[in-house]
Structure formats: structure tokens, C-alpha cells
């Protein structure tokens, strides 16, 4: 599709460097023309004062006249001739330039579909994937003659598992999309502690672990939006969760450094691959794919924390621990003080 597409912009691109081309030769050579007649015409009259003053009678045509006459339509050839093969260097150039052109032109718009497309991709088979786990325990389930109450309610339940893991995927994908499309949320002066107040309890209604984290933080005055920034807190402790081991902490503090405050989220578990950390936080990466296979989730949510960083002008990063483990951390700005 985008070869075809860069084959109509090229010729496009050149017809509007042929139509320049043109134009510009075009003027040159009735500039030139023009003034070559007028120097002509000039000569011609002084030429024709002499004569007339030395023979006594004027002369409209002399050898001299047809020999300028004759160097006019020489140059006027030459002119046209010079004029035809400017504009056919002008194509010969003109093809790789407006081909290299139309492929930069271009290269925004098809990385951003083969982005598209990934993500559909992807996104498609990560909302398969539950569905087809639910699928298959319901048939096994049912192919059972007897279950007991208890068999019931843990199926129940497994498929509640599914259907909240769906449930957050979903969640996150409009989530995304709504930053996409330019959705503006308000930001304003608000207290560090809030934030992690507002997130602790928001993870508290998914996850049981939330006794795990070990919180420190700096209660001060930061520029942001409440909601968004403690979902990037939520996601980061998602994260934590499920890749560190179980029943170990998770500490999560909030420090001052001038202007910026800085939130971290700081686990025990594998850390993060040097080669991963430039991609961590793109949409549908997971480091480590084989063990990844193994952690419930979608990829999503480092992508989806890294819009909602950008929509309140704040940063991310990522960094290994010394003793193992990872802390990812969210940097805002300091709300100034009026």
C-alpha cells in the first residue's frame, strides 16, 4: 500500500520541480531574450547613425544589421535549447530526489499504521487469550456426570479471575486510547500524600498483597492530577506484585529533590534487563518473553503509565537495585508556591 502511495507522491513531487523548473527557465529565457534585443537594437542604431553619417544616406539593412540579426536567432536557439535540456537535468534529478522526498514524507505515517496494526495485533490476542482459559476450563468442567458445591464455586471463581483480567486489559486499552486522542486532564496543585493515599486504596480493591508495601513519603505540595498520577502509581505496584516473589515487601516512598518530586516503587524481584530498559515502557513489551509467558498480564501498563506521565508533564524511569530487583520511578514537577 505505501509503495504504491510513495510512487504517486514521487510523481507529484515532480511535476511540482518540472512545473518550478519550467517557470523559472521559462523567465530566464524571456529576461535574457529581451535584453540581448534591446543591446541588438541599441548597436543597431548607432551602426545606422554612422553610416547614415558617413554616406549621406540612411541604410535600413546592412551586412552589419544581418549579421546581428543572425546572432539574434542563434541565440534564441541556443536559449531554447538550453532552456530543453535544464529541465530534462531537472527531471533526471528531480526522480531519486522526489522519490527520497516522498518516503520521508511518508515514513511518519507508515510507522505509525505498522504501530496500528501491532497493536490490534497484540491486543487482539491478549483479549483471546482469557477467553479462550475460560473456554476450555467451562468444557472440562461440564464434561464432568458430578461436581460438588465446592468444584462449583472454585470454577466460579477462576472464571472471576479471567473476567478481571479482562476487565483491567479493557480498562487500560481505553485508558490508552483516550490519551491518544488528545484527552486533556486538569492538572493542579495537590499533596504527595494524597496520591499515595488514593493509590494504596485503589489497588487495595484488586489485590489482596497490599499489607506487602512499606510506604515513606514526603507529604509536599506537587503539580498533577490526582486520579492519573496514582494510577501510575497502581500500575508500578502491579508490576511489583507480579514479579517479585510472594510475601516479600514492596516499598514505596515519595522524596523532594528541588524542584521535582520523585515517587519509587522498589521490589525484590528478577530486575530488568539492561537491553529492556529503552523499551520498557513501549506498548504490548515485556522483558524477558519466556518468563513473561508465565506472569499474568498484557504488556500495557507501563505503556499506559507513560502516556498519563505525559498528559502531567512528569517523567518515568527505571533503574536495578544493588541487592535485586527493580524500582521504577515517576518524576513530577514541585507545584509552585503563590
Known amino acids: 500500500m505505501f509503495k504504491s502511495a510513495r510512487v504517486q507522491l514521487t510523481f507529484f513531487y515532480l511535476i511540482a520541480i518540472v512545473f518550478v523548473s519550467s517557470l523559472t527557465t521559462f523567465g530566464i529565457r524571456i529576461v535574457a531574450q529581451?535584453?540581448?534585443?534591446?543591446?541588438?537594437?541599441?548597436t543597431?542604431?548607432?551602426?545606422?547613425?554612422?553610416?547614415?553619417?558617413?554616406?549621406g544616406i540612411p541604410l535600413f539593412i546592412s551586412p552589419v544589421q544581418k549579421i546581428q540579426q543572425e546572432q539574434d536567432a542563434d541565440a534564441q536557439k541556443q536559449l531554447l535549447e538550453w532552456t530543453i535540456y535544464f529541465n530534462i537535468l531537472?527531471?533526471?534529478?528531480?526522480?531519486?530526489?522526489?522519490?527520497?522526498?516522498?518516503g520521508r514524507t511518508l515514513r511518519p505515517i507508515e510507522d505509525a499504521h505498522k504501530l496500528q496494526v501491532k497493536f490490534a495485533s497484540d491486543a487482539s490476542h491478549e483479549l483471546n487469550t482469557p477467553l479462550s482459559v475460560m473456554r476450555t476450563e467451562n468444557e472440562v468442567f461440564l464434561r464432568q456426570k458430578s461436581f460438588t458445591e465446592a468444584e462449583a464455586r472454585n470454577q466460579i471463581v477462576s472464571n472471576?479471575?479471567?473476567?478481571?483480567?479482562?476487565?483491567?486489559l479493557t480498562n487500560n486499552l481505553l485508558a490508552l486510547s483516550d490519551t491518544n486522542q488528545g484527552g486533556k486532564i486538569k492538572l493542579s496543585s495537590i499533596k504527595s500524600t494524597d496520591v499515595i493515599n488514593h493509590a494504596i486504596s485503589q489497588f487495595s480493591k484488586v489485590y489482596s498483597e497490599s499489607n506487602r508495601i512499606e510506604t515513606s513519603i514526603d507529604d509536599h505540595k506537587i503539580f498533577g492530577n490526582l486520579e492519573s498520577l496514582s494510577q501510575i502509581i497502581v500500575i508500578f505496584l502491579d508490576n511489583a506484585v507480579k514479579y517479585s516473589p510472594k510475601k516479600s515487601k514492596i516499598s514505596l516512598t515519595g522524596k523532594q529533590h528541588k524542584n521535582i518530586f520523585i515517587f519509587s516503587v522498589s521490589d525484590h524481584g528478577p530486575g530488568v534487563a539492561r537491553m529492556d530498559m529503552p523499551l520498557i515502557f513501549e506498548r504490548l513489551y515485556r522483558s524477558d518473553m519466556s518468563r513473561s509467558n508465565k506472569i499474568p498480564g498484557h504488556g500495557l501498563g507501563l505503556a499506559l503509565a507513560k502516556e498519563i506521565a505525559n498528559a502531567n508533564q512528569a517523567g518515568l524511569s527505571v533503574s536495578n537495585n544493588a541487592d535485586g530487583g527493580a524500582t521504577f520511578n515517576l518524576i513530577v514537577n514541585v507545584a509552585k508556591q503563590v
Open 34 to 42: 529581451n535584453a540581448f534585443e534591446h543591446k541588438n537594437q541599441d
Open 44 to 55: 543597431r542604431g548607432e551602426i545606422s547613425q554612422l553610416i547614415r553619417e558617413q554616406v
Open 90 to 102: 531537472a527531471i533526471i534529478i528531480g526522480v531519486p530526489i522526489s522519490y527520497w522526498f516522498a
Open 160 to 168: 472471576l479471575e479471567e473476567v478481571q483480567r479482562l476487565e483491567l
